[in-house]
């Protein structure tokens, strides 16, 4: 399956990586990870590590195609006109994978930092001397090895293709999911959350109840698209959030602070 352009798969998570650098910069103003549950942010960090594989199958030298440019259009600007019309004629026909060539590198580059800022926040939480203080291990026990295994089992058995590429793709999707769980229950035993955190879960919920609307759009308006394992992720995912959409609103509508029951 060809990955060099931002498909869908790509799209799944663009939102995501915003808000995840959204959380690291937060972090690192405020020197506090207090109400943010490591558990989640490690299985995101799972999500991003699963699914970005093809960085390694599609990976774009930006050095290697910058002297490759350099050397063509100097040898236009010194050949004679035969050499300046084949390198002409070259050019002009590499015009049209330009913009794959930009995704692919738009691509490249984002993933790896947001790869890195996925694991910048782990390594906060857990190294830095002063934003680890803040980090309530006692309340945040979620043991997600009870998602990760169910997830991994059930990419074997639904998947669009057999392959290690795919599996694992399918169980990111799977993961990402479930993954804001640990997140949740951190909010419940703590019951008072903050502005900030209360407002990076809402987002994260948001974003794919949103998508949902996007792929009934697309449902109706693009013939032949389906999605059944991506549309069947969202649906649960969007379920997860919708106790906390609930509570959200109601300290939003009541000017109130977000109280979550225990």
Known sequence: MNRTIETEKDQLTRERRVQQLVLLLKIQATK???GVSLKT????????LT????????????????????????NRRSGTNAVKQRLTAK????????????????NTIMKLIFIGSALAIIWLMRRHKVVRQSYDKSQDTFRYEFLLAPCFLLSLVLNNMFTVMEVLWTFSIYLEAVAILPQMVLLQRTRNVDNLTGNYVFLLGAYRALYILNWIYRYYTEPGYRQWLVWLSGIVQTAVYCDFFYYYIQSWKNNEKLQLPA
């Open 41 to 48: 942010q490690e299985l995101y960090a799972i999500v991003f």
């Open 91 to 106: 050019l002009a026909s590499d015009a049209t994978d330009t913009y794959c060539w930009i995704f692919r590198s738009y």
């Open 32 to 34: 506090s990870c207090a």
């Open 51 to 74: 699914r970005y594989l093809d960085l390694f199958t599609n990976f774009v030298s930006l050095y290697v195609e910058w002297n490759r440019w350099k050397g063509e259009t100097q």
